[in-house]
């Protein structure tokens, strides 16, 4: 097993020093810079042409994920929606040959997110998966599988997995829209180059990350608390959910604009805040951190050098310039970060955490 591990102490720890290899992997032959458009010649021309709407559906990380496509979908202009699917039997909106349903798995075997994909195409949707796993379930069931080609991922907390998800999604609403609309959307020509850069962005940030410095001066605290708006809520929730899976202790991730309709009743100079800054509406986020600040908590803020954030915040992070489509999944890995510290201070059992297992094939 250590052979496996290479430099690295964890699974985890390696893993997530992976992801410029493997956003690389994700997007090699996918995209076109040159020409402003997308390749994604794993689907036909026009096979989205009719989509009128769409339903994410994923559990865990791979829910966060959804999320994140989700939201970007939306803001291509596609009707889209993110659902829970061990909640999908009770929840699922109405479904018919116009909508595309995306189970977004790593594992291809989750089973409830199988039971939604296999409740979607009963009900006549069309169906895509987008896995990590080539041959898995999802992929031989779904209408069409996306491969997200991550490599393998041994550590129990999905960390690679979740940024190549995370971009293929991005990449996959790009050419669901464009083929709804005729034409790619004017974004693409910024959106692009930025996605071609990230395996660079993220070596640059591995490179220079305060993150163990964070974890040493912040771990022992009550509870963590991270916040972002737009496409940093999603990365909030994950950030929240890697930190508690890992080092076992308290942490929630809310929308920013939400701390302050009960949350903040929680904030004490015990608990930390991870505020995320994307681009999107910076302002308001930093005014709900500032909220927490005032009561006493510690505001670490995951952003850009050179951002107004940094003079307010106690600490920062600091993440590579980018597009706003793409700086949360900079925050997410610097929040990775934070939370393998912060569990390996605490001794705990970073690759295997207790009661957890990588996939859970049962309801
Ligand atoms: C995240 O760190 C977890 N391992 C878990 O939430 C996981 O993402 C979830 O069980 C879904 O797994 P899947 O992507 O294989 O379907």
Known sequence: EQAGKGEYDHFMLKEIHEQPTALSQALEGRIDTQNARIALADFEPGTFADVDSVQFVACGTSYHAAL???LALKQAGIESTALLANEYSVSAPPVDDDTLVVAVTQ?????DTLNALRQAEAEGAMTVT???VVGSTAAREADEALFIRAGPEIGVAATK???????????LGQRIA???????SADLETLLPDLAAMPDAIDDLLAETDAEAIAERYHGSRSYFFIGRGLGFPVALEGALKFKEITYEHAEGFASGELKHGPLALVTPDTPVFAIFTGQEDEKTLKNAEEAQTRGAPVIAVCPEGHRAVDVADAHLEIPE????????????????VSYYAADLLDRPIDKPRNLAKSVTVE
Do not use: C, W
Not at 178 to 184: I, K, L, N, Y
Not at 322 to 337: E, P, S, Y
């Open 68 to 70: 994140y496509g989700s």
């Open 107 to 111: 594992s291809g075997e989750t089973a």
């Open 130 to 132: 987008v896995t990590n």
């Open 161 to 171: 997995t979740f940024s190549s998800q995370a971009v293929m999604l991005t990449l």
């Open 178 to 184: 464009a083929d709804r609309h005729g034409e790619p």
């Open 322 to 337: 980018t597009d706003a489509d793409l700086a949360g999944l900079l925050a997410n890995v610097q929040l990775q970060l």
